[in-house]
């Protein structure tokens, strides 16, 4: 991949504290005599970091010939601090492309921050949001944003000196959870077996397999040599990556019926909120699906129709955690379940903090990134207990990353 390279901050004397948070939307008052000035944003460091995998992964995009095999993750981190020394830290990411794009948009929009008071996460978000309007507000605009968010978040809650899933009124402290890793198409079914029983074995409590493969009876092969090699109690789950005509996908779940699956996830493509509506209708076994949405619309317009039995948020997709929050309230007052989609490293939290009980997708692919690591037994993943999100850049993500930006000045 070509680096992506950004011009130092020019070299500046000392600040003093007011002309530290200077910007063009930053003016700083002075506080009156024995009020204690409000906390504002004095830096920002953006970083774009790309994480090889070890293995490259194909689902059934790539089998048809629509994708091909993927090779590595970009993220883009952002880490916000204070005038007063407060810190977060959050992240966005894309598969395939879109990396420097995020990285890119993050760049135009991230001087408005500077001079803001943290704690106004809302406003900070609209604010944003403006500050690209012209790009939209979906997809590559408000996943740029989503880092912003989750870094505002993550201080939040470390200057209440509590996990972000207390901040917001966690439900529990652990989250049942379930593989993906193992399930790819291009694993051999004899390794996606051993791959199985080995999550199991870590303490994971479901399997979810990739399926839609060009042949359906290898599906149904595949399907059928995991059921047979679990226990009849082990929650089980397939994806489809939306490789279904309406058709098939109902041909498909009765099939699948037999198995008592937990769901059917991606059955069709991902805005087609009528046919998965008809399939939640018709099948027995549960339609999840969400994961490529990138809005609160997207997603609402999918629960207005009845589309999803299990919906997948993910948080870096859709603009971070207050949009996150947004679709959850909505999700909630239709008594539907949740199950968002990668990025465990947040979303344990958001889970933890909804009333219905959740999954969550268990990745250990975004270990490397970071110093800390999840606790997966007793098929839960147990939210940390450490302040924010819990998690610290690792020295092999320095390693990984191609490029930086910085705005205002370190206090």
């Avoid at 609209?126 to 507000?137: D, E, F, I, P, Q």
């Avoid at 074995?201 to 047979?228: C, F, H, M, N, Y």
Wanted: charged share 20%.
């Amino acid at each position: 991949m070509t680096a992506i390279t950004t011009a130092a901050p020019a070299p500046v004397s000392a600040p003093s504290p007011a002309s530290a948070l200077s910007a063009p939307n930053a003016t700083l008052l002075a506080a009156a005599p024995g009020i204690s000035t409000v906390d504002r944003i004095a830096h920002l460091k953006l970083s774009s970091i790309t994480l090889p995998l070890t293995t490259p992964i194909s689902d059934a995009k790539v089998l048809t010939g629509r994708q091909k095999p993927m090779t590595e993750v970009a993220f883009l981190f952002v880490e916000v601090t204070t005038q007063n020394g407060h810190s977060g830290i959050g992240f966005s990411y894309s598969k395939r492309a879109g990396g420097p794009g995020q990285f890119a948009h993050a760049k135009e929009i991230a001087d408005v921050l500077i001079g803001e008071d943290p704690s106004d996460i809302g406003k900070l978000w609209v604010k944003l949001c403006w500050a690209g309007a012209s790009v939209g507000r979906s997809g590559l605009a408000t996943q740029a944003i989503a880092a912003f968010d989750v870094a505002l978040w993550d201080l939040k809650a470390k200057r209440a000196s509590l996990p972000l899933s207390k901040l917001l009124g966690s439900y529990r402290d652990s989250v049942r959870t379930y593989n993906t890793s193992g399930g790819f198409l291009h694993t051999p079914i004899e390794q996606v077996l051993e791959n199985s029983a080995a999550a199991l074995e870590s303490g994971i409590g479901g399997i979810k397999l990739k399926v839609g493969q060009p042949d359906w009876r290898t599906d149904v092969a595949r399907v059928t040599a995991v059921r047979e090699h679990l226990d009849d109690d082990v929650p089980l789950m397939v994806d489809a990556n939306q490789q279904w005509d309406r058709a098939s996908a109902m041909r498909m779940g009765r099939i699948f019926e037999e198995f008592g699956l937990v769901w059917i996830e991606e059955p069709l493509d991902a805005y087609d909120a009528e046919g998965h509506a008809q399939l939640a209708r018709s099948l027995d076994t549960s339609i999840a699906t969400g994961e490529m949405l990138a809005s609160v619309a997207e997603h609402a317009r999918l629960i207005e129709v009845g589309a999803a039995d299990i919906v997948q948020p993910d948080a870096p997709r859709i603009g971070g955690i207050t949009q996150f929050l947004k679709l959850a309230a909505l999700a909630e007052s239709k008594q539907l379940e949740i199950a968002p989609h990668f990025a465990m490293e947040i979303h344990c939290h958001l889970a933890a903090a909804y009333p219905i009980e959740p999954w969550v997708e268990h990745f250990d692919w975004l270990d490397p990134l970071f110093n800390e690591h999840l606790e997966t037994r007793d098929g839960r993943m147990w939210v940390s207990d450490r302040p924010g999100l819990g998690f610290t850049l690792s020295e092999q993500a320095a390693a990984w990353t191609v490029g930086t930006a910085e705005f205002g000045r370190r206090p």
